[in-house]
């Protein structure tokens, strides 16, 4: 779900009592912990600057990345989307909660996973041994650091070796995956559909501005969580809520050259963070930037946003014209989808946040991922017995890497990202077909949240919003629209949870 407030290294949600703890005194607490991580780095020996890695594919995904594993048939332009000529017909973007891939398919065969981790010594920040990831259980013993400042340390410039450094990470928790027994339904999903294992966060954390993203190809520069959890309602309907954003416009390109080097070297010298956290200013969590209901609204698209209210995923609610506007109707419970399913009206383009809890899998306040997986599993059956299956297109993700160990550096697109990668399913009937156990691919293309928004873009001949989604790559080795479909739904049976 969500890291708490502060930019610092954070543990647990709104549920937990660290969270309430930390989130009272945002601004004081933040200033304190700064120096004192500042007074301890002193004594940090220096080290050379890190260049960043960007993985196997190139950093402008728009011309660069290997084509996905075991294409069969289709050619370069299978996956080309021609607005008006194209099958799919719908789009669901279904958001979950803090897990990284090499968590949940690390182990699955074809993918770039790793079964073992390189870790930090967390007082000298020097390297430190591998350690091999444990198996996973269903219900994580606590929640782990994933906010702005722990997905800088976890990429450390790199190195992908400072998972173990961040809030509650010593335990080794985050250095554990999940495989084919104890994650079923999503393996199946991977086995018949696509898979893509370069498919990065679009910043470094926590959850409310990755939410953001998944809006609106953008954050407004926020790079933390809200200020306050004792009031009544969220964001727009808080007026006591705060946070830390980048004032990107007002930042020279000097000051994002200086920022980008901070970065790509947070354990290089004692105070980076608080170099990088001089350039942030306070906002309330309540603001207008343009969405993509925005657009979508303006061109007669029909849309849904199913989320429930005053949660910490509902990024709209913080959309001030969404908010006290008409188009806050379009919100609305998630299971109101399975009610649009079934009488035919699903939208062209749907946001899927799950509840609080089991459904969005957030680590935690006992927290089953087997019940999660159930959840999805209910809604994916839901939607492949519906009318709306044969042309429609199922994108799931999990917002931010959730303290979870993963070896992939992410290209580094801006100030904001991009962050580690997270588990992605890409579900249609129209997927591009491979070597996976029952026909699926491993889609290897540089994705992140914005590419899902530039898909949609592009199905309805829309122009981007910011430079996030017009670099985007669409989504382009997911599909095959050169084959006929397979229409045949794979309906899967929820499994008994108990015991794990």
Not at 200 to 227: C, R
Not at 250 to 279: C, F, H, S, V, W
Not at 398 to 411: K, L
């Amino acid at each position: 779900m969500q890291q708490p407030s502060g930019p610092l290294i954070r543990a647990a949600g709104p549920r937990r009592p660290t969270r309430q703890q930390i989130a009272r005194r945002r601004t004081l607490a933040a200033l304190i912990v700064v120096a004192i991580v500042a007074l301890v780095w002193l004594a940090w020996p220096r080290s050379d600057g890190i260049d960043r890695a960007v993985g196997t594919n190139s950093d402008d995904p728009s011309t660069g990345g290997a084509s996905p594993d075991g294409g069969e048939g289709g050619n370069d332009d299978a996956g080309v989307i021609v607005p008006g000529e194209n099958p799919i017909e719908h789009v669901i973007f279904l958001i979950k909660e803090n897990r990284s891939f090499d968590h949940y398919f690390g182990r699955y065969p074809g993918v770039e996973g790793a079964t073992e981790g390189d870790t930090l010594d967390c007082s000298s920040f020097k390297d430190a041994d591998s350690v091999e990831l444990s198996d996973a259980p269903l219900v994580q013993p606590h929640d782990l650091g994933h906010a702005f400042y722990p997905g800088l340390l976890a990429i450390n410039g790199g190195k992908m070796n400072g998972f173990n450094c961040i809030a509650l990470g010593e335990d080794l928790a985050g250095y554990s995956q999940y495989d084919r027994d104890s994650l079923p339904a999503y393996w199946s999903y991977a086995d018949r559909f696509v898979i893509a294992d370069h498919f990065f966060t679009s910043m470094y954390g926590p959850t409310f501005p990755e939410h953001l993203y998944t809006v609106a190809a953008q954050s407004y520069g926020i790079v933390d969580n809200k200020s306050t959890t004792n009031v009544e309602g969220n964001y727009c309907d808080d007026n006591t809520e705060y946070t830390q954003r980048f004032p990107l416009e007002e930042l020279t390109d000097d000051d994002i050259k200086r920022i980008m080097r901070l970065e790509d070297n947070i354990t290089a010298t004692p105070g980076q963070l608080l170099k990088i956290a001089q350039y942030w200013q306070s906002t309330r969590t309540c603001f207008n930037i343009k969405v993509l209901p925005d657009q979508l609204q303006n061109h007669g698209i029909s849309w849904k946003y199913y989320a429930l209210p005053n949660i910490w995923m509902n990024a709209l609610q913080a959309i001030r014209h969404v908010r006290f506007g008409p188009m806050w109707n379009k919100v609305q419970d998630p299971e109101t989808i399975l009610q649009d399913l079934k009488q035919d009206t699903l939208p062209a383009v749907s946001w899927l946040i799950p509840p609080e809890g089991d459904a969005n899998e957030h680590p935690g306040s006992s927290t089953n991922v087997c019940e999660g997986e159930n959840w999805t599993v209910e809604y994916l059956n839901a939607i492949q017995r519906s009318a709306a299956w044969p042309n429609t297109a199922v994108v799931i993700v999990w917002d931010d890497f959730g303290g979870f160990y993963d070896h992939v550096p992410p290209p580094h697109y801006d100030v904001m990202g991009l962050g580690p990668r997270t588990p992605a399913l890409i579900i249609s009937p129209w997927t591009r077909r491979g070597d996976n156990a029952d026909g699926g691919a491993v889609d290897d293309n540089v994705y992140e949240f914005s590419s899902v928004l530039r898909f949609i873009e592009e199905l309805n001949g829309l122009e981007s919003m910011t430079d996030r989604d017009e670099r985007a790559d669409p989504l382009t080795g997911a599909f095959d629209f050169t084959l006929e479909p397979r229409l045949d739904p794979l309906i899967l049976e929820p499994r008994d949870c108990t015991g794990g």
